[in-house]
C-alpha cells in the first residue's frame, strides 16, 4: 500500500487566495483525519470523518475553512480567503476505524505558507 | 474533553544514556495511549503503544509505561543513538464511542554523538 497520499507537498499562495489540500486514504480504512501542525499550537485536530460522513469539525478555525470526503478515497480541505496565519503544515491521517486506538497513519503532509 | 500535558519540551542527551519523557491526561476513561516519533520535516510515525490492560511495554530499545491511578505514562529509550533525534509525541484516546487521539505538545530529543 502506498500509505496516506496527500498533495500538493508544498503550496505557496498569496493572501486572499483559495487553497485546496487533498488527501488519499489507506484503502479499507474508515477514518480520515485533518490535523494542522505550527510551532506554537502543536498538533490541532481541524475536522474527522467516519465512513465519508463528518464525525466532528469542532476544531475548524473559522468558516474560511471547509472540508469535505465525496467518497472513501478522497478528502480535500479548502481555505478560503488564505490568511497569513494559516500558514502551517496541514497533515492528513486515516485510521482503520473511527476511535483512533487502531493507530494513525499519517500523510506528508502540505506546508501551506500565505504571503 | 481529553488534556494531554507532554515534559520536557526539550530534552538533550549524549548517545548512550537514556531519555525519559513524561505525559499526563485529564479523562480516566482513556485507554489507549501511543507514542508517535516525528523525524525532521517528516511525517509522524507510531512507534509503539500501550493499552490500559497493561502496566509496561518494551520493544527493543524502547518502552512505555502507564500509571493509570495517577494518570501518567512515560516514554523510556536506552542507549539513545543520534538516529533518535526527534520530535516525539504522546497521545490519549477515550475507550468507547467515536472518539479521536489527543496529541501533546511533542518534546524534542536531541541525542549528541
Known amino acids: 500500500d502506498a500509505g496516506v497520499i496527500q498533495s500538493p507537498r508544498h503550496e505557496v499562495t498569496e493572501m486572499g487566495q483559495e487553497v485546496t489540500l487533498r488527501c488519499k486514504p489507506i484503502?479499507?480504512?474508515?477514518?480520515l483525519f485533518w490535523y494542522r501542525q505550527t510551532m506554537m499550537r502543536g498538533l490541532e485536530l481541524l475536522i474527522y470523518?467516519?465512513?465519508?460522513?463528518?464525525?466532528?469539525d469542532s476544531g475548524m478555525p473559522e468558516d474560511r475553512f471547509s472540508a469535505k470526503m465525496p467518497n472513501a478515497s478522497f478528502s480535500t480541505l479548502k481555505i478560503q480567503p488564505s490568511e497569513p496565519r494559516d500558514s502551517a503544515v496541514y497533515f492528513c491521517?486515516?485510521?482503520?476505524?473511527?476511535?483512533?486506538?487502531?493507530?494513525?497513519?499519517f500523510g506528508s503532509g502540505t506546508r501551506l505558507t500565505v504571503v | 474533553g481529553e488534556n494531554v500535558e507532554q515534559h520536557p519540551s526539550t530534552l538533550s542527551v549524549q548517545e548512550g544514556d537514556s531519555a525519559v519523557i513524561k505525559c499526563t491526561y485529564s479523562?480516566?476513561?482513556?485507554?489507549?495511549f501511543p507514542w508517535y516519533k516525528q523525524e525532521l520535516g517528516k511525517r509522524p510515525q507510531l512507534i509503539i503503544d500501550i493499552r490500559s490492560n497493561v502496566g509496561e511495554k518494551k520493544d527493543q530499545r524502547i518502552a512505555v509505561t502507564l500509571n493509570k491511578t495517577a494518570k501518567h505514562f512515560s516514554l523510556h529509550i536506552t542507549e539513545t543513538q543520534p538516529e533518535d533525534s526527534a520530535v516525539y509525541f504522546c497521545?490519549?484516546?477515550?475507550?468507547?464511542?467515536?472518539?479521536?487521539?489527543?496529541f501533546g505538545k511533542g518534546t524534542m530529543l536531541l541525542v549528541s554523538p
Open positions: 470523518f467516519n465512513n465519508n460522513v463528518p464525525i466532528d
Open positions: 491521517a486515516s485510521s482503520l476505524d473511527g476511535t483512533g486506538r487502531s493507530g494513525y497513519t
Open positions: 484503502s479499507g480504512h474508515n477514518s
Open positions: 497521545a490519549a484516546s477515550p475507550h468507547s464511542g467515536y472518539s479521536t487521539l489527543t
Open positions: 479523562d480516566s476513561a482513556s485507554n489507549y
